[in-house]
């Protein structure tokens, strides 16, 4: 599946390749419960991405040799279960793209995605060791002591 | 048994009674036992001999009546004119008492014997034998105490049956000799059989049918009974056969449950011995266990945490949300004002203009004046005033839309999350603790691996899992015994039910009936023993009697050198055989020695003590052999007591040659004044004085 098709698709929701394995790692380590576990990876990373303004434009993705963008949902409403979450509305009140900036959605959630996957990378939150730096980037997550 | 005196009175030709009694003393002064009585024809031999018989079972053969003749002598004289018993002379005389006394020597005890006949109390002149009165005591005169069963222990001493053996004619002998050579004689096997107690042996082996018959009898009416209630019966033998093959498989269980424990006592000791290796493995296991644990715990604590995170995603943005969602409701809020500012205007444009037409105000419901002109365009200059605010709120209002803060305004509550994740640091805090545990017990059994060699550490692990199973298997055992035993239980109470059912009438077997077949396979059992031991005591017997008298016969025979030996066949056909191997017909002679030979053999072979008794001893063989056979018997352990005719053994002679070997020598003479009288005269004394 090259871009073009995703964008028929009207709805694929993907990161970046040079996270395709480390997606399928957070799934696994964070969310090994889940039914759907590489979404619910993709999600993460995608709030992490809009708490701390970090989208990875596709333009920029680095794609390693051999490697493809993940596939997180085949179509949009995988991602919104079913409309459940109004990702529509929650990108546009929260202003997280410029006026001009036409970018389909399912590209911005990617992007978002993309964004929030590099940060949970620098930051190693693979590792639930590390957890507690989760409540200096993210004290709202914490009661008060 | 030993002869020690014999005293007769009134007996036959010795007449006298009392102090007069005629006695004739055994009892050697150095433990010598034989007499010889000398006498001529008529001279009463015979009716000495016949004294001893007559002592020990009250009745006398007459001499014509033979071996196998059962004609009696009779008590007393009658018309028939036959020899009597009692004393003719004192018959005559009126002297009706005769009878006779021995003593004798048994089992380290002296008894005397006494058998007597007088006449019945109110016969004047007995004539008949039922007219006399039997009068038999057996005293043992150490203790001075009588024989009760008086008969019964004489023919414990000898039966009548086999006195023909001890005491006998030898005018006679070859009776004897024709009786072996007759097989036809039934006679010849009783009497050999009955000298050798084959009779006891065979009837006991009769008794024991006759007992067996008697129980299968008691068996079969048991038996009869027993079969009431067939079908609790049919139950009953099945659960017991089921009990049988449960109780066989319990055995095998038991077996291999042996056989596992023996396994494990090896094992154990194995185990034992390496105690200290045992106990680092087990360190080790335990480092390993805690690794594990700890993993376990990782991933329990991971799963824990990780079902925290869905979710999560939601309240990362809440307070992006959140800010977001302020300002969409302050813009709503104010959207609200303004709709409710712009009611207010529309309210108050009506009033007014209901004003300026003097109209009744249906908002407020007061009855209004038509305004002057100077009001009227006051009141038109504030409505001009109200419109142009109506017209700003109702711009100000639609922005943004307020379709699309709603929407937005749902969508951000939707999504909004006020999820706290304080136990996720906990939850690390758990996990930080656990892998530092897990690490420590990593090292721990790196270290332990290298306090135990590999090879030690395989063998002890082997054992160790040797053990575990064999522990295992031993309680899956002990399962199936405890579960065989738990259904042996059961059938065993289902054996007892049935039982209780049948009662005793057909169920369980009674006592009687199972002590009747338990008697019944005993008794079947000591006949089987008892036919085996039958057959092989003739055998051994017979071949016993043929190597004594072979012994005998060769060592008295002239001829011994042609003769190999005597044979007895197993219908006890007697031959001579001699050095060929071949049966030989032997000379009168010979034969008379082959049956003095055979009659000491079955004497022998008896294993009755009794004295040998033997009237004429010469008549069938020459003087050497008779000489040679004294000489064998008089020397021989047993008591002999022989009454040789003048012309056999003269008495001087036979002083000379063999009064050494006896007690005394008599002589027997009839009374110078009385020929029906007979006198004893002591010749030789060797007697106890």
């Known amino acids: 599946m090259n871009i073009n098709d995703e ?28 039914f759907a576990p590489k979404r619910e990876a993709a999600r993460f990373a995608m709030a992490i991405g809009i708490q701390k303004g970090l989208r990875e434009k596709r333009s920029e993705w680095k794609k390693p040799n051999n490697q493809k963008n993940a596939t997180i949902a085949h179509l949009y409403g995988q991602f919104d279960d079913k409309g459940r979450f109004d990702f529509e509305s929650l990108f546009d009140i929260l202003e997280l793209k410029e006026k001009d900036d036409d970018t389909p959605l399912q590209h911005l959630i990617s992007e978002y995605v993309t964004g929030g996957m590099r940060y949970i990378q620098e930051n190693e939150l693979d590792n639930l060791d590390e957890w507690t730096r989760m409540k200096d980037d993210f004290p709202h997550l914490f009661s008060e002591d | 048994m030993r002869l020690l005196e014999i005293e007769m009175t009134n007996w036959q030709p010795y007449k006298g009674a009392g102090k007069n009694a005629r006695r004739i003393s055994l009892d050697g002064n150095n433990g010598e036992k034989n007499v010889i009585i000398y006498g ?10 016949q004294a001893i018989r007559f002592a020990m079972f009250g009745r006398v053969l007459k001499r014509i009546s033979g071996v196998n003749g059962k004609d009696w002598k009779p008590l007393v004289a009658s018309d028939t004119k036959e020899e009597p018993l009692l004393n003719v002379t004192a018959h005559e005389e009126g002297i009706y008492d005769f009878g ?80 072996f050579n007759d097989t036809k004689d039934i006679h010849l096997r009783n009497y050999i059989e009955a000298i050798l107690r084959f009779p006891v042996l065979t009837q006991g082996s009769e008794d024991f049918e006759k007992i067996g018959k008697t129980l ?3 068996i079969s009416k048991h038996a009869s009974k027993h079969r009431k209630g067939e079908a609790a019966q049919e139950e009953l033998l099945e659960v017991e056969s089921n009990l049988d093959l449960e109780n066989d498989i319990l055995k095998d269980i038991n077996v291999e449950l042996d056989d596992y424990n023996s396994k494990l ?6 185990l034992k011995k390496e105690e200290e290796g045992k106990k680092l493995l087990e360190q080790q296991d335990k480092f390993r266990e805690q690794k594990e644990n700890a993993i376990i715990e990782i991933e329990s604590i991971s799963k824990k945490m990780s079902k925290a995170l869905p979710g999560a995603w939601r309240a990362i943005i809440t307070n992006k949300i959140d800010l977001r969602l302020e300002k969409l409701e302050d813009d709503i809020k104010r959207q609200k004002i303004q709709t409710q500012r712009q009611g207010e205007i529309k309210i108050e444009l009506g009033h007014l203009e209901n004003r300026l037409k003097g109209r009744d105000c249906l908002a407020c419901g007061t009855s209004l ?23 700003k709120l109702e711009k100000a209002r639609l922005d943004p839309d307020p379709d699309y803060l709603y929407k937005r305004q749902k969508a951000l509550i939707n999504i909004r999350n006020d999820l706290k994740l304080d136990m996720l640091v906990s939850l690390e805090e758990d996990l930080l603790r656990w892998k530092t545990r897990k690490r420590e017990a990593e090292q721990n059994f790196e270290k332990s691996l290298k306090n135990v060699s590999k090879d030690r550490a395989s ?45 005793s009438g057909g169920g369980k077997k009674p006592t009687v009936y199972r002590k009747a077949e338990i008697k019944r396979d005993l008794v079947q059992e000591l006949k089987n023993a008892w036919d085996a031991v ?23 025979s002239n001829k011994s050198h042609l003769y190999k030996k005597l044979s007895i066949s197993e219908t006890f056909q007697l031959s001579i055989i001699n050095n060929k191997g071949k049966s030989d017909s032997g000379s009168p002679g010979q034969w008379g020695l082959v049956a003095y030979s055979i009659l000491d053999a079955l004497t022998t072979c008896s294993g009755i003590e009794f004295p040998l008794i033997i009237d004429t001893p010469g008549r069938s063989i020459d003087d050497h052999h008779l000489n040679k056979t004294l000489e064998y018997l008089l020397n021989s352990n047993k008591q002999v007591i022989i009454f040789p005719e003048g012309s056999e053994l003269k008495p001087d002679f036979g002083d000379k040659e063999f009064s050494h070997l006896c007690a005394a020598t008599y002589q027997l003479s009839q009374n110078k004044e009385d020929a029906n009288m007979t006198d004893i005269i002591l010749r030789k004394s060797n007697l106890r004085s």
Not at chain 2, 115 to 121: D, F, H, L
Not at chain 2, 369 to 391: F, Q
Not at chain 2, 534 to 556: I, P, Y
């Open chain 2, 100 to 179: 006779v006394n021995i003593k004798f020597e048994h089992d380290g005890d002296v008894y005397e014997l006494s058998r007597s006949y007088s006449k019945k109390t109110g016969i004047s002149i007995p004539r008949r034998d039922n007219q006399m009165e039997e009068t038999f005591t057996i005293r043992n005169l150490d203790n001075g105490s009588y024989v009760q069963e008086k008969q019964k222990f004489v023919n414990d001493l000898l039966p009548e049956g086999l006195a023909r053996f001890f005491m006998f004619d030898g005018e006679r002998l070859m009776e004897y000799r024709n009786l």
């Open chain 1, 7 to 34: 964008d028929r698709s009207g709805g694929i929701i993907t990161c970046s390749a040079e996270f395709s394995k480390y997606l399928d790692k957070i799934a696994e380590q964070l969310f090994q419960g889940h």
């Open chain 2, 459 to 503: 063998k002890i692990a082997e054992n160790t899992v040797r053990q575990r199973d064999l522990y295992k298997q031993i309680g899956a055992v002990e399962e199936r015994r405890s579960n065989k035993k738990s259904l042996i239980k059961t059938l065993e109470y289902d054996r007892d039910r049935l039982q209780s059912i049948l009662g």
């Open chain 2, 369 to 391: 004046e038509k305004p002057s002109a100077d009001e009227e365009k006051g009141i038109l200059e504030t409505m001009a005033e109200l419109e142009i605010e109506h017209e």
């Open chain 2, 265 to 270: 006592g090896v094992v154990n000791e194995f």
């Open chain 2, 534 to 556: 039958t057959d092989s005591h003739r055998e051994s017997q017979r071949e016993n009697v043929e190597k004594e008298a072979t012994k005998v016969f060769l060592h008295l």
């Open chain 2, 40 to 49: 001529q024809n008529t001279h009463g031999k015979t009716a000495l001999w």
């Open chain 2, 216 to 218: 299968k009898g008691q």
